[in-house]
């Protein structure tokens, strides 16, 4: 069945997710239990060899042999499994090869134009400012979207010493080491005692989190500018380099990548950041038009050739009309609308909302990929004109309440992004709520997606979240579990009906994307059917009293 046509469920996890490697969650998806439960898995990108944001960050497309290996991948197929795989459409890791290649060999690297140089890009349309960087003037840029304050730049140091700036939308690290005596005297004929007492200089600031050149040298000013250089010679760097889309080099990366994800048994591609990748000078640097629509095309082209689907992710408010947009250019789409609509109704025990949306996604032939959970947060910035302001601010504070976390976009707390907490949690850990949030979902337009820590009624992790420090409220939601956790879930009710509803879902031959679809309110119960040829199936739900029926 191709991918356009399997709406069937679709776990989703990292490789670790249960267990360490991807064969643990192998060994839970061949237990009698899972037996007809699903037909895709969504494998999260740290199964690739990754660096940062748990899989993000694409160093290459290479299995991560720590938790991946093809044996797995052949077995999830002998399970009757496809994939969804990520390809990572606007950056790689300052670790990937091509960019390695470039700190190594500078311009005269064949992955020179790989990535963007900024002021090759902004040439012509700004000043070069003292510290190397052309800053753009503000015509240019006054509509342009960027994900952190600030330019998006990367100082890069080059092997003939300059500093050049290169695009970087998304996180960067730059890190300083501390050279020890010995480096000092060697590299900077520095005697022995002065470089110990220098060494001592340096890693009071660099512990202290200045930069080089705010470190105090009392008493040693004359190697100040040495020993500068030196830092910012051998400084290191974490982080995403935006990709040169003009580049053919860059379209050869594409292919090679999609042709080995469609070899690891992908159907299904995600593309993530997609609408970053085209950048002109004026333009938006986020879903400029026509060009990230022309990008896509050929995207799709080379995926086609690879007997993949394509679905784009973008968050974008409802009275936007992305989604729509997304739909008629012939691409599935991701529905963000169904996670909060469905706590909304569960807590104000109305369906009329959400009966509105199912019945828009069926006139308007929208095809989805749907979830209640998933790696990132539940959605807040996709609601706005779905639901009115004073009900998205209410749903905010009952998942708060419950122990969720908001994230706000670039730290504004008026630009509501997300809520990081896991589903079952945000519907105040009750199993009832969680059983008729899930029959619901399995009757929504589209194919479900279902996060493996809702599947298992996983709570809120907030030992995760101080763990992971600074930024680490996404760890609310992505406990690894152990095999023993799993054995005990496997006994309580909410999880052996959650695996009851997703089994029906996945063998009732009534489902489909080419089924027909009715749905009606009668009184408080929703009442949804689905039917083909002579298969018929009909979930009432019941608002009021949080009961459903399934005939």
């Known amino acids: 069945m191709s991918a356009h046509n399997n709406n069937g469920p679709m776990l989703n996890a990292y490789p670790d997710s249960c267990g360490c490697r991807l064969s643990d969650i192998i060994d839970v ?39 991946v290996s093809r044996e797995d991948l052949d077995k999830l197929n002998e399970l009757g499994i496809d994939l969804k795989l990520d390809f990572i459409l606007n950056h790689a890791s300052v670790l990937s090869p091509q960019f390695l290649d470039l700190l190594q060999n500078g311009e005269s ?37 960027f994900r952190k304050p600030g330019l998006p730049i990367l100082m890069v140091r080059m092997p003939d010493g300059r500093d050049v700036p290169y695009w970087n939308t998304f996180y960067q690290e730059v890190i300083y080491r501390c050279p020890d005596p010995i480096d000092l005297v060697r590299d900077l004929k520095m005697q022995y005692s002065a470089a110990v007492s220098v060494c001592a200089q340096i890693k009071a600031g660099l512990d202290a989190g200045l930069k080089p050149a705010e470190i105090d040298f009392t008493g040693h000013e004359e190697y100040r500018d040495s020993v500068i250089d030196l830092l910012k010679k051998n400084r290191q760097y974490l982080g995403q380099m ?4 003009k580049s053919p080099l860059v379209w050869e990366h594409y292919r090679n990548t999609l042709k ?30 026509p060009d990230t629509w022309d990008v896509l095309e050929k995207v799709r082209e080379i995926a086609d050739e690879n007997g993949l689907t394509l679905l784009p992710e ?24 169904l996670p909060g609509l469905l706590i909304h109704a569960i807590e104000k025990r109305t369906s009329e909302k959400l009966l509105s949306w199912a019945q828009e996604l069926i006139d308007k032939k929208i095809r989805t990929v749907n979830m209640l959970g998933c790696h990132d947060g539940i959605p807040l910035l996709d609601l706005k004109g779905i639901l009115e302001e004073d009900d998205i601010a209410d749903l905010i504070d009952t998942i ?65 979240v101080k763990r992971a420090g600074a930024g680490g409220h996404k760890e609310i ?15 309580k009710e909410v999880v052996q009906k959650q695996l009851d509803l997703l089994r029906l879902r996945n063998t009732h031959p009534a489902f489909g994307f080419d089924s027909n679809f009715e749905a009606n309110l009668n009184g408080s119960v929703m009442s949804i059917t689905w039917s083909r040829d002579d298969h018929r199936i009909t979930l009432d739900a019941d608002f009021e009293t949080l009961e459903y029926r399934i005939r």
């Open 477 to 491: 939601n992505r406990t690894n579990l152990t095999p023993n956790q799993i054995e005990d879930a496997l006994k």
């Open 242 to 245: 935006d990709l040169n889309i």
């Open 29 to 67: 998806l061949s237990k009698p239990e899972f037996k007809d439960v699903f037909s895709s898995f969504y494998i999260l990108p740290s199964l690739y060899n990754t660096d940062l944001d748990r899989g993000f960050s694409v160093i290459d497309y290479d299995l991560n042999r720590e938790m």
């Open 109 to 145: 690297s064949e992955y020179a134009d790989f990535f963007i140089n900024w002021n090759k890009f902004w040439d012509g349309y700004g000043e070069m400012t003292p510290e190397g960087y052309i800053k753009p003037d503000d015509k240019y840029i006054k509509d342009m979207f």
């Open 314 to 337: 973008i968050h974008a408010s409802y009275n936007e009309g992305i989604y729509e947009t997304v739909v008629s250019k012939g691409y599935m789409t991701y529905d963000f609308f």
């Open 260 to 289: 080995r994800l469609s070899e690891y048994g992908a159907r299904i591609v995600r593309l993530d950041a997609f609408a970053y990748a085209p950048k002109s000078p004026g333009s938006r640097n986020f879903l400029n038009e």
């Open 400 to 464: 708060v309440n419950r122990g969720g976390y908001v994230k706000d976009l670039h730290g504004a707390k008026n630009i509501y992004y997300q809520v990081n907490a896991t589903y079952y949690s945000a519907l105040g850990e009750d199993d009832k709520k969680m059983l008729f949030a899930r029959a619901i979902q399995m009757f929504m337009p589209g194919k479900p997606q279902v996060w493996y820590l809702d599947l298992f009624a996983g709570k809120n992790d907030h030992e995760a």
